[in-house]
């Protein structure tokens, strides 16, 4: 049985290599149910979703971490966001007649930034050029220039699920060449079709029979908004009573809606006095989908 909607640490025994592999399923089709995703982008964000999970994986925070990417491209943007308690969310825009006209690379010149929002520590961002129109190389780019961590990924979706592996070495640990190279080189006669079929504990079998490998417990994967009532209610406050009020005089409501979850949140002109008179309204009261 494949796993779902989980993500697993592994590391091989009396080395500095670690490795995370990520299964989803539900919360893959939960992000593309937002919209009517071509095949082709959809897959795309899969393996963004995939690799924003081995990413928040490979640190120690408490918060979020959001990879977005921007091109030229068909793929105008794309953002995956996973937070410590690997809670997934994202999208993406694109071109509809770059698409059509350009079968293979989706990107084009652009670039990726890494942003980790820390409840315990400064903010961090880091920002790399889009490499060989591929999330997994463009990151592997990343993790060299801005970490300077040996680092290899594999990523791989279709329509029903995403995947993928990470493996690299232990942080602060000398660098085991030998070791690694062998590892790396085991890893690279892994197939997008392996990953999508095999549990983690099949493929890693398949590729590191012969290696001490230890595989730690699954820990749940789901996809999950951030976005919230009280959260616009606050927005519309650093908005202000005069701007909100204008909106209200003109459409006769404030409408705003969350681009991850389409989810939206509707304030009638009692909801606004409620929001500058301090008051806060009823949770939900007017929310639609």
């Known amino acids: 049985m494949r796993n779902k909607d989980t993500l697993q640490r592994f590391v091989f ?4 290599v ?29 393996q963004a979703l995939a690799a924003s999970a081995l990413l928040s994986a490979s640190i120690k925070f408490d918060g979020a971490l959001i ?3 921007q091109s030229q491209g068909a793929i105008q943007m794309l953002v995956a966001q996973c937070n410590h308690a690997r809670h997934l969310r994202g999208l993406a825009r694109w071109r509809g007649a770059e698409l059509a006209a350009v079968p293979g690379d989706l990107y084009g010149a652009g670039r990726m930034t890494i942003t980790i929002d820390n409840r315990n520590d400064a903010r961090y961002q880091g920002i790399v050029s889009l490499s060989g129109g591929s999330l997994a190389r463009t990151l592997e780019h990343y993790f060299k220039q801005s970490e300077q961590l040996q680092t290899h990924l594999w990523l791989a979706a279709d329509p ?24 790396e080189t085991l890893g690279a006669t892994l197939t997008s079709q392996e990953m999508l079929s095999l549990s983690t504990a099949e493929v890693l079998y398949r590729l590191f029979h012969e290696e ?8 749940p ?12 209610a606050d927005m519309l406050r650093a908005l202000g009573a005069d701007e909100v ?5 003109e459409e006769g409501k404030v409408s705003v809606g969350c681009e991850f ?4 949140y509707l304030f009638d002109a009692i909801d606004a006095e409620e929001l500058f008179a301090g008051g806060t309204p009823t949770p939900g009261s007017r929310r639609s989908h």
């Open 245 to 249: 009020r204008d909106i209200l005089k």
């Open 67 to 69: 990879m977005q990417t």
């Open 221 to 232: 994967v789901s996809f999950r908004c951030s976005c919230s009532r009280d959260k616009v």
């Open 160 to 183: 029903q699920q995403a995947v993928g592996m990470l493996l690299q070495h232990l942080p602060g640990r000398e660098p085991d060449a030998d070791t690694w190279n062998r590892i």
């Open 13 to 16: 025994d009396n080395s500095n």
């Open 18 to 46: 670690r490795g995370i592999f990520v299964h989803l399923g539900n919360s893959y089709q939960t992000a593309l149910e937002r919209y009517d995703y071509p095949d082709a982008v959809g897959q795309e964000l899969g």
């Open 261 to 264: 979850c389409n989810q939206h």
């Open 212 to 219: 001490q490998v230890r595989l730690f417990e699954a820990e």
